[in-house]
């Protein structure tokens, strides 16, 4: 209900009337690189904050969280690259 409530990818998901709508245990696909940015996506569902604030980790886990449409981590991920330091690497990563 936290991940519906919070994602549209995820509302969608299991309300859709689809097979998985109607199973306790959803399996997710994700690539190796989206590993890490869904579990700091999941991790910021449940606990309000992220654990990595690392520019890059920070860009990742925001292009993540826009690819499931989780709109406060979006929010929050702006809001927190926004306030970090601009260095040469960070602007070209950007």
Avoid: W
């Avoid at 936290?2 to 709508?21: D, I, P, R, V």
């Avoid at 109607?22 to 606990?47: A, C, G, K, R, T």
């Avoid at 990595?52 to 886990?61: E, M, Q």
Wanted: glycine letters at 4%.
């Amino acid at each position: 209900m936290l991940l519906a409530s919070e994602s549209q990818f995820f509302h969608k998901l299991f309300t859709n009337g689809m097979m998985e709508s109607n199973q306790n245990i959803i399996s997710l696909q994700v690539s190796e690189e989206e590993v890490e940015p869904v579990l700091e996506i999941i991790n910021f569902i449940y606990n309000g904050e992220f654990s990595k604030l690392d520019p890059k980790d920070l860009l990742t886990t925001l292009l993540t969280a826009d690819k499931y449409e989780v709109s406060r981590a979006i929010i929050e991920c702006g809001e927190l690259l926004f306030k970090s330091e601009m260095t040469l690497e960070t602007a070209l990563m950007y």
